[in-house]
């Protein structure tokens, strides 16, 4: 399987827990991305990497996010002390630059769900 | 402000054609997407448009876009039930930002 993947696909967790999701972009996309997206909207950008350079985080990031890409390879995305605010189906995308053309490709997601 | 704006649902009978709309922040943006997005699923990248195009066509598939207006139209031929999902419209906008913005999406239904 080429694709982007995400795991765990489903994550059902209590308030105050920490969860962490990984995201596998494709082999040789150098660049990968975190979107947010709750119901009945579109997704909304959290940060992304350039190989294991974290280059970009959006205000939506708060200090209970954190972000890694470690080896410019797979990432992950923690939630410090969830809140039931941060339900929402995590995407993860990557792409490869391409002249202007920067295409991004987005796994299947994880759906969080905080009781 | 950061508003990508679609119609939210759109209703057709198989076989009809479906036109989808979308208005955009900046007329900047370089390239422009469509995605679809099935129930509990991703993001499926259906095509894109670079910005000093007017029309793209892929097979069932048109784009048109309207700088001026900022006006991004998917256009579905043929429509059948398996294209019943919701349709993103994306930017990128310009200024070394590699993000997408999004638009709300539109629930597709096609009727049998």
């Known amino acids: 399987d080429t694709g982007v993947s995400q795991n765990p696909r489903h994550k059902i967790t209590k308030r105050g827990q920490n969860v962490t999701f990984r995201c596998d972009p494709i082999s040789e996309h150098n660049r990968l991305y975190w979107y947010r997206q709750t119901l009945g909207q579109g997704p909304e950008f959290l940060t992304y990497?350039?190989?294991?350079?974290?280059?970009?985080k959006s205000r939506l990031l708060s200090d209970r996010f954190s972000a890694e890409r470690p080896k410019g390879s797979f990432s992950t995305l923690e939630i410090q002390r969830t809140e039931q605010g941060d339900s929402a189906m995590y995407l993860c995308?990557?792409?490869?630059?391409?002249?202007?053309?920067?295409?991004?490709?987005f796994g299947p997601g994880t759906r969080l769900l905080v009781l | 402000g950061e508003d990508v704006e679609q119609s939210l649902f759109l209703s057709v009978r198989e076989g009809d054609s479906s036109v989808i709309n979308c208005t955009y922040t900046d007329s900047s943006s370089t390239y422009l997407y469509w995605y679809k997005q099935e129930p509990g699923a991703g993001l499926q990248l259906l095509t894109y448009i670079f910005s000093n195009m007017d029309m793209k066509q892929d097979q069932r598939l048109t784009v048109l876009l309207n700088k001026k207006d900022k006006h991004l139209s998917l256009r579905i031929a043929d429509t059948q039930t398996g294209d019943s999902a919701i349709y993103f419209c994306?930017?990128?906008?310009?200024?070394?930002?590699?993000?997408?913005?999004f638009g709300t999406g539109t629930r597709l239904k096609v009727l049998a």
């Open positions: 995308a990557s792409s490869l630059q391409e002249g202007l053309r920067r295409t991004q490709y």
């Open positions: 994306a930017e990128t906008p310009p200024g070394g930002t590699y993000k997408y913005i």
């Open positions: 990497f350039q190989n294991e350079a974290q280059l970009e």
